[in-house]
């Protein structure tokens, strides 16, 4: 199942000091619900796999009816006052509840009572018993170590009476992978029957923002097509290092390059620059003066941290940007990279039209790993219906980068988090393409003939590779949701 990425992950809790302490889980038990659907109950651990004192007689307790949405009914309180070592459940047809059976860190072994009342899990009190009566005769599916991934601790099982369907094929064109490589962060911009490219330029050590033109995607590609630098080093406006994930949008009929770059003093922030009235996208000299983002009330986007991967929407009549911002980053008081949203103003879209909201933390545990806690790299593709936000997190320059998924309701406001739904796992991850490692960081556009596409880059290998380019088609499936 999802190509053997992980199906669950436990979120992470917030300090006092606004970081992050990252969780893991342990021992998952999977059960069946009465009146159909599953239960998956697990230990939660920290990171490091030793015991989380934030969950002390509590387990984790996900329900699901097909294995690929899944609600999280919170953390199960045992009532035990303990630390939970072994968690294991069953349905009671007899009685109509449930028993659940658990094994505490010094080796007590206890079972409570559980019913559901009006969507409420009730547990009762533990009761001591002396061994376990499930694992006796809990039989796990006969299937070859080799098929499980490396390190897989192998649980329990449960007979599925849903139908999986298996994904199918379509022809499609195929854009080998790499198409360029030493580039990040691709955005392909579809503009008077041309296309233009523009990224993170690693191998111009991401001094200077750079944009290819090609009337076709293969030639885009090409060494023979010439980057064009519309933006180099201005120390004067400061305008020195890390120019970073710049992207094309038309905003008020006008078309803008929003990116984030650093002065003297390393720490990039979000500026927009627009292209002159008929300009040339590949003049330099057609571009006005870039500017800093600003808030609402006029201040900066941010005083105390940093702003980058800027992206601009339009839904339900409305205008947003969403952007990624870190505070005390390499620090131990890191927050992680987190996403925040706010209305735009398509006349001056560089000041806020409304206050910043918080969207989205790393707090899965795939969004955080390999050292790095990032929500970043915003891109939407906006539908009659829905609004589809990706997003990444992992490492930027390793093989656990990946892509997250945001939805919403496109007629809903977009600042309320509540019409908001994060999906559990990655849409793409280094399982989900043969030979790509770490894709991440991905933008939409549509091709000459209307496809939609999508951009990213990724790795060639395990290692901290150069990163390449890569694009791909996008097919959405029969729950709506898109096919990466």
């Known amino acids: 199942m999802n190509k053997n990425y992980g199906i669950l992950f436990a979120e992470g809790t917030i300090g006092t000091d606004n970081t992050i302490h990252t969780k893991g889980v342990e021992h998952p038990w999977i059960f069946s619900l009465f009146g159909g659907g599953y239960g998956i109950m697990a230990v939660r651990v920290n990171e490091d796999g030793s015991l989380d004192q934030e969950s002390t007689g509590k387990v984790l307790f996900w329900t699901t009816k097909d294995f690929i949405n899944f609600c999280f009914q919170g953390l199960l309180d045992l009532k035990g006052n303990t630390d939970v070592k072994k968690i294991c459940c069953k349905c009671d047809t007899l009685e109509n509840q449930y028993i659940i059976e658990w094994e505490a860190a010094d080796g007590g072994i206890y079972y409570n009572r559980m019913i559901c009342d009006d969507l409420r899990w009730n547990v009762s009190k533990p009761v001591s018993i002396t061994e376990f009566e499930f694992e006796k005769n809990n039989v796990c599916m006969e299937q070859s170590l080799a098929e499980y991934p490396e390190g897989a601790i192998i649980g329990?099982?449960?007979e599925l009476d849903i139908i999986l369907h298996r994904q199918v094929k379509r022809e499609k064109k195929e854009y080998l992978f790499p198409l360029m490589k030493g580039y990040g962060d691709p955005v392909i911009f579809?503009?008077?029957g041309k296309y233009y490219f523009t990224a993170t330029n690693d191998n111009k050590n991401a001094i200077g923002l750079y944009v290819k033109e090609a009337e076709d995607l293969n030639t885009l590609f090409s060494e023979d097509v010439e980057s064009h630098l519309i933006l180099g080093v201005d120390e004067e406006n400061e305008f020195i290092q890390t120019f970073w994930a710049p992207?094309?949008?038309?905003?008020?009929?006008n078309i803008y390059i929003l990116f984030a770059v650093s002065g003297k003093k390393w720490g990039p922030q979000c500026h927009m620059m627009k292209l002159k009235k008929d300009g040339n996208i590949l003049d330099a000299q057609d571009w006005e003066r870039p500017v800093k983002v600003q808030k609402k009330n006029g201040e900066w986007l941010s005083?105390?941290?940093?702003?980058?991967d800027m992206t601009y929407l339009e839904a339900g009549g409305d205008?947003?940007?969403?952007?990624?911002y870190r505070q005390n980053i390499g620090t131990p008081l890191d927050t992680g990279s987190m996403l925040y949203i706010a209305k735009a103003d398509i006349v001056r879209p560089w000041k806020l039209a409304s206050d910043p909201v918080l969207l989205s933390r790393p707090l899965l545990g795939w969004e955080n790993v390999d050292g790095t806690i990032n929500n970043e790299g915003?891109?939407?593709y906006v539908t009659d219906d829905k609004v589809y936000l990706t997003y990444s997190g992992g490492a930027s320059d390793s093989y656990t980068y990946a892509v997250g998924l945001l939805t919403a309701r496109t007629g809903s406001d977009l600042l309320d988090i509540s019409v908001w739904s994060k999906r559990s796992t990655p849409v793409l991850s280094f399982y989900s393409l043969e030979g790509v490692y770490g894709p991440g960081h991905s933008s939409f556009f549509k091709d000459h003939e209307g496809n939609l596409m999508i951009a990213f880059h990724g790795e060639t290998g395990m290692g901290r590779l150069p990163?390449?380019?890569g694009i791909g088609r996008v097919h959405f499936g029969n729950n709506g949701e898109p096919l990466l």
């Open 156 to 158: 329990n099982s449960a």
């Open 247 to 253: 992207e094309f949008h038309i905003i008020g009929g």
């Open 190 to 192: 579809q503009w008077n």
């Open 378 to 380: 915003p891109f939407a």
């Open 303 to 308: 005083t105390d941290g940093i702003t980058l």
């Open 467 to 469: 990163r390449c380019i």
């Open 319 to 324: 205008s947003y940007v969403v952007w990624s």
